[in-house]
Each structure stands twice: as structure tokens, then as C-alpha cells.
């Protein structure tokens, strides 16, 4: 146990039928930790065992809560967790109207309502459900349905928001619609969150931290842009979504050309326009297998991104065609797949220079932090 | 026509023995259901069936070890010689005990079944929401099972209108304490008073249909979600 205010401490083991859960990690009470893996990795069990719904043995601690410590017998019942949990099916109550789905949280919450740090009209206002109020559960699309369902956790006055999957069942456009409200959540509230999540694309949008789960055990945490440079992250992710997330800072658009560039420690890069101000930071996803690699700087050809940079590492993949290859950039990596032989033919090896391609068109918007500042 | 002196009081308590009855089942029946419904118990299965067992045991033999029961020698006398009494049997608070258990399993199951319906999911939901085992039963389980007590109690109340062979063992026939409705329609058809048994009967037929109606109603609500 840490005993730290501002950590989360969480430690489970323990067998749910055939599938084995063991895992550890702590996290700061602040921003977004992704519960990161595949399906069937025990994501969603350790938000359960941390909502108190199921109990695993372990400890888990809140700042200086101790919540659970099985050695001791102390298991917190999950009414008495202050947690707000939002699960991929909105699971309002139907027997109560919006507002009474609302209230439901805010009346249990233990508090006078003058003492609530979130108070029901700015909580209705932040999430725009103010003209849902009224209606009943049954009538509402699904991105509203989620946006309550928020809403009614955030009344119950939670120190912790957990969210399991709330955007998996909504289609990419509702996505897109609810995707700023948590952005806007995050900055506003300072409500610190565990998000369990599969798509990649959402993490390295809204996750500040990481922590990566295959088959019930811990394979990487950290940063959410260091854990990404890690090749061991490949169990957990197909090759065609591994790739590495980037800070970088926008220095000037070129409306001409519908462009927007960008710094990334005093290289270059170039994406199609985005709307944000010169100065600020965002984070770019760039993908190991858009990024090709040449030994000399590459002239006369249509891709705009070239990166130099110092091998790190090269790890071949046996029995198959294929390598990746790190790239270290002065500061942060990117990752590259080639063919082995290319690194063959090419006399790759850690040490030597090379030059990063990247297509412009590997910036695709979803991978594009509109919301959040960098995480430095 | 007829003089309403002989007709209305089997009727009167009929209504009053179904009513208590239900009141009771309601009571007694929610526990038994909420347990039958969330238990993971091995043996609550065990329960069910003796539950169920009125469904098809013949009433006279419910009523049997009912009369040994309610009788002198059995725990119904004990009881009722706490209140000065002789006997449960052949009296309105025997007829009650023994419809309680004669109709139990016609309020059990649809509570159970509604309870079971809906899940787990929002009862872990309103926990989340700091609701108390006892809060989420009432503002959770209870309101989002309601179509299931509604059925249970229309079937439970007329399932007790309309018993005959338990009554006939524990209540005998005395007016104004025991004298049901469907012994009354008996009663008359073997002194061969054949008006006032078709006026009950009448009654009883528009009765029943006017009760599957409600409950086919209150099923067809129910599968389109409720409220």
C-alpha cells in the first residue's frame, strides 16, 4: 500500500472459474488510466473487483481508503464505494424518468446538497441532457442514454469514475458526439477515471495513463506515449493497429494547401488542417506499418514526413516475413514495419542512422487528440 | 326474483377470504421469491417444488393434512387455544391459512419469474449508486418486477374464489363463516335450486373470463417492457 493521497492502489489474484486473474498497479487520482487488451483479459473483472460487484482476493486502497485488503478481511460493500460506474450498456433505470435517474445517485449520496462538489444543473449543463429531463428512459437514442447514465454517476459525488467500455456499443458517429463531453469532464471536474477499453484509437485519445492486460495479467503501464514505443506490447495488439503515439506542438498552417505543421522535438511534420491554435500541443498516433525506412534522405517522392533518426532495436519476427524495427528520435520512437528483407538488404542494425517515412495520411482524425493537452 | 338474503352473503365472503388471502400471499409470497430468484443455494430448487407442490397434488389431499393440521390435535388447535378457540378447522382464519397455502404457488412463480427477468444488472447499478441491499429492493427490484405482483395477485386472488376441495375439507359449509361461493353453487344444484346456482355460476364465468383478460394484459405490457 502506498498510503500516497493522490494514488490508487490496486492488487487482485485470484481464479474465476477457468480464467486467472493477477494483477497490480497503481495510478495517479488524476486524469485517465485505459485499462488496455483484448477481450477476455480481465479488464472489466478488475473494474468489477474495484466497484466492490465482485470479490477477488487482493487490496486495493484510494488515496488513504483502504477499500479491501483480503488479509485483513476488509472488503468495503459496494454501496458504501464512493465510485461513479458506467457501463457499455447505458443500464438506466426504465421504471424512472431522466431526472429521476438523475436524482437517484445525487439523493444516496450522503451529503447535504449544498455540500456537493457537483451540483445537479451544472452536471446537466456540462452534459447538455437539460431538455432529456423530463422524458422517459425508453425514448432516448443511445448516445443520450450514455450521456445520463454519466451524468447519474457523476451525481452520486464519486472520488473515482470507472467506466467500462461507455462508447463500445454506440456507432463511430455517436462516438464522435460523446468523446468531447468526456474531454470536457476531464479538463472542467479534475475527475480522475479507470477506462476499460479494446480500441486503440480511444486510448490514445483520452488516456493520460496505461496500463496493458493479457489473459488476466499486466504486460506494461506507464505514460500512455512511453508504453506505446514498447515491441512487447505485440501480444496485446495485431500488428496492424501497433504503432506509437507522439507529443507534438503546431507551429503554423498553411491554408493554401490545407495543411497543418507540426514540431516534434525540432523535426517537421506535416498533416492535413486541423482547427487548433498555433502553440497548443496535441497527440498524433502514428502506425508501425505506415512508416518506411531509407538509409539516405529520400528525394523525388510524394511523402512529405521524412524523420531522421537512430536505430534502437530490431526485432525480427522468426517463420515470418516481417520485422520491427525502433526508431529513436532524439527524445521519443517510432516504430517501423519492414520486411526482413529489407533489413536484410539495407544492412539495418542498432546504431545506424536512418530516415522515417511517414504518409501525411496516416494522421487519421480519430487518432487526433482534439480535447486534451499533451500529458507534459 | 329471488330474495339477495341467500346469494349476496357466499359472495361477501368469498371476496373477503380472497382478499385476505392475496394480502397474505403477497406478504408471505415476496420473500420466498426474492430467495427462489437470487439464491445460489444448491437445494433452493428443493423449496420451489414444495412451493409448487399444490399444483398438482388433488385438493382433498391438501385439505387432509390440512384438517390434521388445523384440528384439535394438530398446530392449528395449539394456536387456536391461545385465543380460547377449540380448532382452526371449520373456521374463516383455517380457510385463510389453507388457501395461503393452496394458492402460493400462483403468486410465487410470476414474482419469482419478474425478479429473475430483470437480471442482476440494475441492482449492481443502484449500488453503485450507494442504494443499501434493502433501498434497492424497494426502489429497484420491487417497481421493475411490478407487472409480475400484479399478475400474482390477480391469479392468486382468483384462484382462491374459485377452490372448492380444500375448502370443502377444512371450512364444511357454515353460513357467514365457511359458506364459499363454490360450495354455495354445490349446495344449491344438490337441493336443486337451479336459478340461484346459474346466477352464480353466471358470475363466476363472467368472473374468470373478465381475470384472464387482466392478466393476458398485464402479460402482453410486460413484454413490451413495461411502463
Same mark, same amino acid.
Given at each position: 500500500?502506498?498510503?500516497?493521497?493522490?494514488?490508487?492502489?490496486?492488487?487482485?489474484?485470484?481464479?474465476?472459474?477457468?480464467?486467472?486473474?493477477?494483477?497490480?498497479?497503481?495510478?495517479?487520482?488524476?486524469?485517465?488510466?485505459?485499462?488496455?487488451?483484448?477481450?477476455?483479459?480481465?479488464?472489466?473483472?478488475?473494474?468489477?473487483?474495484?466497484?466492490?460487484?465482485?470479490?477477488?482476493?487482493?487490496?486495493?486502497?484510494?488515496?488513504?481508503?483502504?477499500?479491501?485488503?483480503?488479509?485483513?478481511?476488509?472488503?468495503?460493500?459496494?454501496?458504501?464505494?464512493?465510485?461513479?460506474?458506467?457501463?457499455?450498456?447505458?443500464?438506466?433505470?426504465?421504471?424512472?424518468?431522466?431526472?429521476?435517474?438523475?436524482?437517484?445517485?445525487?439523493?444516496?449520496?450522503?451529503?447535504?446538497?449544498?455540500?456537493?462538489?457537483?451540483?445537479?444543473?451544472?452536471?446537466?449543463?456540462?452534459?447538455?441532457?437539460?431538455?432529456?429531463?423530463?422524458?422517459?428512459?425508453?425514448?432516448?437514442?443511445?448516445?443520450?442514454?450514455?450521456?445520463?447514465?454519466?451524468?447519474?454517476?457523476?451525481?452520486?459525488?464519486?472520488?473515482?469514475?470507472?467506466?467500462?467500455?461507455?462508447?463500445?456499443?454506440?456507432?463511430?458517429?455517436?462516438?464522435?458526439?460523446?468523446?468531447?463531453?468526456?474531454?470536457?469532464?476531464?479538463?472542467? +471536474?479534475?475527475?480522475?477515471? /479507470?477506462?476499460? @477499453?479494446?480500441?486503440? %484509437?480511444? =486510448? #490514445?485519445? $483520452?488516456?493520460?495513463?496505461?496500463?496493458?492486460?493479457?489473459?488476466?495479467?499486466?504486460?506494461?503501464?506507464?505514460?500512455?506515449?512511453?508504453?506505446?514505443?514498447?515491441?512487447?506490447?505485440?501480444?496485446?495488439?495485431?500488428?496492424?493497429?501497433?504503432?506509437?503515439?507522439?507529443?507534438?506542438?503546431?507551429?503554423?498552417?498553411?491554408?493554401?494547401?490545407?495543411?497543418?505543421?507540426?514540431?516534434?522535438?525540432?523535426?517537421?511534420?506535416?498533416?492535413?488542417?486541423?482547427?487548433?491554435?498555433?502553440?497548443?500541443?496535441?497527440?498524433?498516433?502514428?502506425?508501425?506499418?505506415?512508416?518506411?525506412?531509407?538509409?539516405?534522405?529520400?528525394?523525388?517522392?510524394?511523402?512529405?514526413?521524412?524523420?531522421?533518426?537512430?536505430?534502437?532495436?530490431?526485432?525480427?519476427?522468426?517463420?515470418?516475413?516481417?520485422?520491427?524495427?525502433?526508431?529513436? +528520435?532524439?527524445?521519443?520512437? /517510432?516504430?517501423? @514495419?519492414?520486411?526482413? %528483407?529489407? =533489413? #536484410?538488404? $539495407?544492412?539495418?542494425?542498432?546504431?545506424?542512422?536512418?530516415?522515417?517515412?511517414?504518409?501525411?495520411?496516416?494522421?487519421?482524425?480519430?487518432?487526433?487528440?482534439?480535447?486534451?493537452?499533451?500529458?507534459? | 326474483?329471488?330474495?339477495?338474503?341467500?346469494?349476496?352473503?357466499?359472495?361477501?365472503?368469498?371476496?373477503?377470504?380472497?382478499?385476505?388471502?392475496?394480502?397474505?400471499?403477497?406478504?408471505?409470497?415476496?420473500?420466498?421469491?426474492?430467495?427462489?430468484?437470487?439464491?445460489?443455494?444448491?437445494?433452493?430448487?428443493?423449496?420451489?417444488?414444495?412451493?409448487?407442490?399444490?399444483?398438482?397434488?388433488?385438493?382433498?389431499?391438501?385439505?387432509?393434512?390440512?384438517?390434521?393440521?388445523?384440528?384439535?390435535?394438530?398446530?392449528?388447535?395449539?394456536?387456536?387455544?391461545?385465543?380460547?378457540?377449540?380448532?382452526?378447522?371449520?373456521?374463516?382464519?383455517?380457510?385463510?391459512?389453507?388457501?395461503?397455502?393452496?394458492?402460493?404457488?400462483?403468486?410465487?412463480?410470476?414474482?419469482?419469474?419478474?425478479?429473475?427477468?430483470?437480471?442482476?444488472?440494475?441492482?449492481?447499478?443502484?449500488?453503485?449508486?450507494?442504494?443499501?441491499?434493502?433501498?434497492?429492493?424497494?426502489?429497484?427490484?420491487?417497481?421493475?418486477?411490478?407487472?409480475?405482483?400484479?399478475?400474482?395477485?390477480?391469479?392468486?386472488?382468483?384462484?382462491?374464489?374459485?377452490?372448492?376441495?380444500?375448502?370443502?375439507?377444512?371450512?364444511?359449509?357454515?353460513?357467514?363463516?365457511?359458506?364459499?361461493?363454490?360450495?354455495?353453487?354445490?349446495?344449491?344444484?344438490?337441493?336443486?335450486?337451479?336459478?340461484?346456482?346459474?346466477?352464480?355460476?353466471?358470475?363466476?364465468?363472467?368472473?374468470?373470463?373478465?381475470?384472464?383478460?387482466?392478466?393476458?394484459?398485464?402479460?402482453?405490457?410486460?413484454?413490451?417492457?413495461?411502463?
Amino acid at each position: 500500500m502506498s498510503g500516497d493521497d493522490a494514488m490508487g492502489d490496486v492488487a487482485f489474484r485470484g481464479t474465476l472459474g477457468a480464467f486467472t486473474l493477477d494483477v497490480a498497479f497503481t495510478f495517479p487520482m488524476r486524469g485517465i488510466t485505459a485499462l488496455f487488451g483484448p477481450s477476455g483479459c480481465g479488464k472489466t473483472t478488475i473494474l468489477r473487483c474495484m466497484a466492490g460487484l465482485q470479490n477477488l482476493p487482493g487490496c486495493l486502497a484510494i488515496g488513504r481508503d483502504i477499500w479491501q485488503d483480503s488479509d485483513r478481511r476488509t472488503f468495503l460493500k459496494p454501496h458504501r464505494r464512493p465510485v461513479g460506474y458506467v457501463l457499455q450498456e447505458a443500464s438506466l433505470f426504465p421504471h424512472l424518468s431522466v431526472r429521476g435517474n438523475l436524482r437517484f445517485g445525487l439523493r444516496r449520496s450522503g451529503k447535504r446538497e449544498s455540500d456537493h462538489a457537483l451540483r445537479f444543473d451544472d452536471v446537466v449543463a456540462l452534459l447538455g441532457i437539460g431538455p432529456l429531463l423530463g422524458r422517459g428512459t425508453a425514448t432516448l437514442s443511445g448516445g443520450e442514454r450514455q450521456r445520463v447514465a454519466i451524468g447519474r454517476a457523476l451525481l452520486s459525488q464519486p472520488q473515482l469514475l470507472l467506466m467500462d467500455e461507455p462508447l463500445a456499443a454506440l456507432d463511430s458517429m455517436t462516438k464522435d458526439e460523446i468523446i468531447p463531453y468526456l474531454e470536457t469532464l476531464q479538463k472542467t +471536474l479534475h475527475m480522475p477515471m /479507470v477506462y476499460v @477499453s479494446h480500441d486503440i %484509437a480511444e =486510448v #490514445a485519445r $483520452l488516456a493520460d495513463r496505461i496500463v496493458v492486460l493479457s489473459n488476466g495479467r499486466k504486460i506494461a503501464d506507464g505514460p500512455v506515449t512511453t508504453v506505446w514505443e514498447k515491441l512487447d506490447l505485440q501480444s496485446a495488439i495485431d500488428r496492424a493497429e501497433a504503432g506509437v503515439i507522439l507529443a507534438v506542438r503546431v507551429v503554423r498552417h498553411d491554408t493554401a494547401f490545407r495543411l497543418t505543421y507540426l514540431d516534434h522535438h525540432g523535426q517537421e511534420l506535416a498533416i492535413p488542417m486541423v482547427d487548433r491554435a498555433p502553440g497548443s500541443t496535441l497527440r498524433i498516433r502514428i502506425l508501425a506499418r505506415d512508416v518506411s525506412l531509407a538509409i539516405e534522405r529520400p528525394s523525388g517522392i510524394s511523402i512529405r514526413n521524412v524523420l531522421a533518426g537512430i536505430i534502437r532495436d530490431i526485432i525480427e519476427e522468426p517463420e515470418t516475413a516481417h520485422a520491427e524495427v525502433l526508431i529513436d +528520435l532524439g527524445g521519443a520512437v /517510432v516504430r517501423s @514495419s519492414v520486411t526482413r %528483407a529489407s =533489413v #536484410a538488404e $539495407l544492412n539495418l542494425a542498432p546504431g545506424h542512422a536512418v530516415f522515417a517515412m511517414v504518409k501525411s495520411i496516416a494522421f487519421d482524425k480519430l487518432s487526433l487528440n482534439l480535447g486534451l493537452a499533451g500529458p507534459d | 326474483m329471488l330474495e339477495g338474503s341467500d346469494i349476496w352473503p357466499p359472495v361477501r365472503l368469498t371476496l373477503q377470504l380472497a382478499a385476505t388471502t392475496t394480502v397474505v400471499l403477497l406478504i408471505l409470497g415476496t420473500p420466498i421469491a426474492w430467495w427462489l430468484a437470487r439464491s445460489r443455494q444448491r437445494w433452493k430448487e428443493g423449496v420451489a417444488a414444495v412451493v409448487a407442490l399444490p399444483l398438482v397434488l388433488p385438493p382433498t389431499v391438501i385439505g387432509f393434512y390440512l384438517l390434521l393440521a388445523l384440528g384439535p390435535d394438530g398446530p392449528g388447535g395449539w394456536v387456536a387455544g391461545l385465543f380460547g378457540g377449540r380448532s382452526l378447522a371449520f373456521t374463516f382464519e383455517g380457510l385463510v391459512i389453507g388457501s395461503v397455502v393452496y394458492s402460493m404457488p400462483f403468486v410465487v412463480q410470476p414474482i419469482r419469474n419478474a425478479f429473475e427477468a430483470f437480471g442482476d444488472r440494475p441492482l449492481e447499478v443502484a449500488a453503485t449508486l450507494r442504494a443499501t441491499p434493502w433501498d434497492r429492493f424497494w426502489t429497484v427490484a420491487v417497481p421493475l418486477a411490478r407487472p409480475g405482483f400484479l399478475t400474482a395477485a390477480v391469479l392468486g386472488f382468483a384462484h382462491t374464489v374459485g377452490e372448492f376441495g380444500v375448502v370443502l375439507m377444512i371450512g364444511g359449509n357454515i353460513p357467514d363463516e365457511t359458506k364459499v361461493l363454490s360450495v354455495a353453487i354445490y349446495d344449491y344444484v344438490e337441493t336443486l335450486q337451479w336459478a340461484q346456482a346459474h346466477i352464480l355460476a353466471v358470475g363466476m364465468l363472467v368472473f374468470s373470463f373478465l381475470v384472464i383478460v387482466a392478466v393476458m394484459t398485464v402479460d402482453r405490457r410486460l413484454k413490451r417492457g413495461g411502463s
